[in-house]
């Protein structure tokens, strides 16, 4: 009768420390199924990021590391950038960035201004204007031509999120630079002015 009364407890222990409750967050349909021994996330986060517009997939947290909140799975990267021309978004290209949220941080470089495969060249006029998104507070924007910086002063207004193309004519490079609380992070388009 003992051992009934042991084996009937050891089973109930090892349904509390296994069997997990299940937690769904409103971020675009991400669940968490938590236990005392372990932590299943599977990520479906809205995320512009990621050429679907989630970030998905499954992780797996093993007793200690399964006691910590959600934020700190997530990926320390700094909002995506992008400039709209004549109605088409251009994405940027990261070039380096020193970032962090409530848990983690991340410093990154990337290759070199030159070296970086530009996804897209703006086909741009020159003296137009270009409405950048999301709402960063841009401190300053560089040009260079194919090899150097050059001495130009590019037009922006974080009012009104607009930067004007330089009066100039031939294939630039613009090199973005926000800074904020969570760290800062340079950006980089390529640009054919006509």
């Not at 990621?50 to 997530?74: A, C, R, V």
């Not at 194919?146 to 130009?152: G, H, L, Q, R």
């Amino acid at each position: 009768m003992k051992k009934k009364r042991i084996i009937f407890i050891v089973i109930i222990i090892l349904i509390i420390l296994i069997i997990p409750i299940k937690f769904k967050y409103e971020d675009g349909g991400t669940i968490e199924y938590k236990s005392l021994t372990y932590k299943i996330i599977k990520w479906h986060k809205l995320d512009n990021y990621y050429d679907s517009g989630y970030k998905t997939g499954t992780e797996m947290h093993l007793f200690p590391n399964n006691f910590k909140p959600i934020g700190y799975y997530e990926e320390v990267k700094p909002p995506r950038f992008g400039l709209t021309y004549k109605d088409k978004l251009y994405y940027s290209q990261v070039l380096s960035y020193s970032w962090s949220n409530e848990y983690n941080s991340v410093c990154a470089d990337s290759i070199g201004l030159f070296e970086i495969d530009y996804k897209e060249v703006i086909e741009a006029e020159k003296n137009e204007t270009m409405h950048y998104a999301p709402s960063l507070k841009i401190t300053s924007i560089k040009l260079y031509d194919e090899k150097e910086i050059i001495d130009y002063d590019v037009e922006f207004d974080n009012e009104n999120e607009i930067v004007k193309i330089p009066n100039l004519e031939g294939i630039y490079i613009m090199e973005f630079y926000y800074r904020c609380s969570s760290g800062y992070v340079s950006y980089a388009f390529k640009l054919n002015i006509k």
